[in-house]
């Protein structure tokens, strides 16, 4: 006679959250950092002309999270504002140099925020005074978690 349905995993402890790992998490991520690269450039191009541009964050061969890249600025865009651009063609390589020199520059945010459903921690990372990216960080501060999904439309573009 079945006792009910299987637990699902992840359930939110009840259990105090412990504040000490926030800094522990911020040590992870600072100490990843020289290890992070840009990935290749995600280029789409819709129905209307207009571009769309996201450059995959990757460690390890994980993509971790996407930066936005606006053409017209050639730079990074805020976390949030994906930019889209209309009449321009963006080429890998001019994204790639970009990028290469941006990724130099990341600096890890002295804060972070975390995520109940996910068990994570997340800590951004800026580029001069924007949030550029989110890395997460695992409930214990011990991994560095990848984006799956993104990880996987990579390996899907670049084979």
Sequence with gaps: MPLGPP???????????DLNLAEKAIELVRNALPFLTAGPPLIDYGPGGEVHVDVPLMYQGFA?????????????SPKGRPVRVWGMRVTEDEVISVMKN????????????????????????????????????????NEIIPDYGLSEEVRRRTL
């Design 7 to 17: 637990p699902i995993r992840g359930a939110p402890s009840s259990r105090p959250l």
């Design 64 to 76: 971790l999270d996407r930066i936005h890249y606006d053409p017209q600025l050639r730079s990074p």
């Design 102 to 141: 941006v990724i130099k520059e990341l600096v890890v945010v002295e804060a972070v925020e975390y995520r109940e459903p996910e068990l994570a921690w997340v800590v951004p990372l800026a580029w001069r005074r924007l949030i550029v990216a989110h890395i997460k960080v695992s409930n214990d501060a």
